[in-house]
Nanobody, 126 residues
Framework: VQLQASGGGLAQAGASLRLSCAAS????????MGWFRQSPGEEREFVAA?????????FYADSVKGRFTISTDKSKNTIFLQMNDLKREDTAVYYC???????????????????WGQGTQVTVSS
């Protein structure tokens, strides 16, 4: 599975951005897709994840609940991360990731994902 992330940029605090991640290749194996972020000197942090099949269950980090929304398009080969009410602490490189199967307790663990996109920078200014 190849993942291509896009949509990052510079935004003011309180504004919105939408990230996209397009999956190609053996997309049938990407049952779970999600977003992580990483700031300089910090570990990669879980943001949100979605199951691409069935009912499309979603999962969020506490820090983004109520502000960020993860979704898929009709083909389920592209996922989106709608980020509203951005805060300075949301500044990071955002990575999309995919995995064929994940135990629910491990959804927020980076090593659970075998496929990663190249990352897109999100910078929030005050």
């Amino acid at each position: 599975v190849q993942l291509q992330a896009s949509g990052g940029g510079l935004a003011q605090a309180g504004a919105s951005l939408r990230l996209s991640c397009a999956a190609s290749g053996q997309t049938f194996s990407a049952g779970f897709m999600g977003w992580f972020r990483q700031s300089p000197g910090e570990e990669r942090e879980f943001v949100a994840a979605i199951t691409r099949w069935s009912v499309g269950s979603t999962f969020y980090a506490d820090s983004v609940k109520g502000r960020f929304t993860i979704s898929t398009d009709k083909s389920k080969n592209t996922i989106f991360l709608q980020m509203n009410d951005l805060k300075r602490e949301d500044t990071a490189v955002y990575y999309c990731a995919a995995s064929s199967r994940i135990i629910s307790s491990q959804i927020g663990v980076p090593s659970s994902y075998g496929h990663w996109g190249q990352g897109t920078q999100v910078t929030v200014s005050s």
